[in-house]
């Protein structure tokens, strides 16, 4: 099935159950404090779940843009090494307000992975909250057990711990127990070295977790103390390319019809080959998923910039730059050429990409070009340290001069001091980048959370973001 269709069908699948099918939100939050990207389908239902709106269907399905580089979910550093995390993503969900729950998403979702997509039952395992044992003293989620015990044999049920299995919104608000399903996707070779259950959640990358299913059914108060909801919710999320790579019997979400044109673009504007070098792979993988979540911010309307959002979208582009210009040889703008093939696949769900083509393409291409000229003058800098430099280690707090004054990718400092035999003061780096930091974040609070609610009696002064190369982070709000 192509990739389309199963986007197709999984709409129209609850679309038969009598949910209203809406149209994603943007990626990029205009009007949130607390968060700058939907990183997931419930975000724009919040204020439904926080009983500050009354929502106009009770049943809802969408495919929603994700992008996962910021606060608690940021997965940008998976992305390009594992072949199942992006930045930009399409969360498939559903969504009852106070309508049905356990009985009706677990039936539901088993019927859709399995007969709709036809996933063989035997590859699937699920996951049940365990309860805990802290100050909340959670049960165990009998209900879901019995739920999945009809359908599922007990040998692919797997309990899991208020990490993985108890969602929140935040310090305070609705919150419960999830179900998650996760597909073995590991050849029957290697099947047959270790036994299956035990991998389940990450331990292998083979066995893909897919779809969340959460519960909501209690409410955290500012005391901390959980009540049960009067109305129970059910909020689930599913990777849609992961869902294709299993429905196309890929090993990764690069080789679905979701990527691959995009891929082929790639090796044929700079010449490269994907599938034979590791670091090569990683590079290409890194600028396919890189030219999404840029395109689709500009589309939305927010340009690469140097403040907020637009700093975040500034710096994976120029992620994608750099390992382009590492590992491909890019010395030229070539990011904006793909934005053509990009509009080609993915336009018809997302008809922003095709209306706005021309700006995406005018703003990537723009912002290549001062990037690459920025690549070219901490070059000539960093010859300059090291003609200068004394012995075989290169000062850190110069190379972090480079990299904070001038833009300057740390890691091609270093890998260019690698191709000359030389090394980088690697504690001296840290020290001036601790001390930096120390400076941005003091009195200030990193935000953890999906958001925050904010205390209405605190009264407290937004004092902008953190956002550093290896771990973009957003800093919120001082008390005041
Ligand atoms: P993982 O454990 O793989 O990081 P998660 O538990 O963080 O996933 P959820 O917050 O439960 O993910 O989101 C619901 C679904 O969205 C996941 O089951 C997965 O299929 C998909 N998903 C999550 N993060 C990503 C990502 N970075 N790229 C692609 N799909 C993702
Ligand atoms: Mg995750
Ligand atoms: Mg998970
Ligand atoms: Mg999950």
Not at 187 to 206: F, R, Y
Not at 344 to 354: R, S, V
Not at 433 to 452: G, L, N, P, V
Request: aromatic residues 10%.
């Amino acid at each position: 099935m192509k990739s389309q269709e199963i986007r197709s069908e999984f709409l129209e699948f609850f679309k038969k159950k009598q949910h209203k099918i809406v149209a994603s939100a943007p990626m990029v939050i205009k009007d949130d404090p607390t968060l700058m990207f939907t990183n997931a389908g419930m975000n724009q239902f919040k204020e439904f779940f926080l009983g500050n709106t009354e929502p106009k269907y009770a049943r809802i399905a969408d495919t929603q843009k994700c992008l996962r580089v910021s606060g608690k979910h940021n997965d940008l550093e998976e992305v390009g090494k594992d072949t199942y995390h992006h930045t930009m993503f399409e969360m498939l969900g559903n969504w009852s307000f106070g309508d049905y729950f356990k009985k009706e998403a677990i039936a539901w979702a088993w019927e859709f992975l399995t007969e709709v997509c036809g996933i063989d039952r035997d590859t699937l395992y699920v996951t049940v909250f365990e309860g805990s044992n802290d100050a909340d003293n959670l049960e165990k989620d009998v209900e879901a057990l019995n739920l999945w015990k009809e359908i599922v044999p007990e040998s692919q049920i797997l309990f899991g711990n208020k990490k993985d299995n108890f969602w929140e919104m935040g310090d305070q608000g609705p919150c419960g127990p999830c179900s998650e399903i996760h597909v073995d996707i590991r050849s029957a070779a290697e099947k047959a070295k270790i036994s299956g259950a035990s991998l389940v959640n990450n331990d292998h990358p083979q066995v893909v977790e897919i779809w969340n299913l959460v519960f909501m059914q209690y409410n955290r108060k500012a005391n901390g103390q959980l009540e049960s909801l009067p109305a129970k919710h059910v909020d689930t999320g599913m990777g849609f390319e992961r869902l294709c790579m299993v429905m196309q019997g890929v090993q990764s979400n690069y080789d679905t019809d979701v990527f691959t044109p995009i891929i082929r673009e790639i090796e044929t504007i700079t010449n490269s080959s994907y599938g034979k070098d590791e670091k090569v792979n990683i590079a290409i993988r890194v600028i396919a998923d890189h030219i999404r979540a840029v395109s689709f911010s500009i589309a939305d309307g927010q340009l690469p910039s140097n403040t907020g959002a637009g700093y975040v979208i500034r710096r994976i582009l120029r992620r994608a730059i750099r390992y382009g210009f590492t590992f491909l040889d890019t010395k030229e703008p070539f990011m904006f050429r793909l934005v053509n093939v990009l509009s080609d696949t993915m336009g018809k769900a997302f008809p922003e990409l095709k209306s706005q083509k021309q700006l995406i393409e005018n703003v990537i291409k723009e912002e290549e070009h001062s990037f690459l000229k920025t690549l070219d003058q901490g070059l000539v800098l960093l010859d300059t340290i090291i003609s200068n430099n004394k012995g075989n280690q290169i000062d850190g707090r110069k190379a972090f001069e480079l990299y904070d004054t001038y833009g300057f990718p740390i890691d091609l400092t270093a890998l260019i001091l690698q191709e000359r035999g030389l090394t980088l003061d690697e504690k001296g780096f840290d020290v001036a980048m601790q001390e930096q930091k120390d400076r941005s974040r003091s009195a200030s609070e990193i935000s953890k959370e999906d958001w925050t609610v904010l205390s209405k009696d605190l009264e407290q002064e937004f004092v902008g973001y953190d956002l550093l190369e290896t771990n973009v982070k957003l800093v919120k709000y001082r008390k005041v």
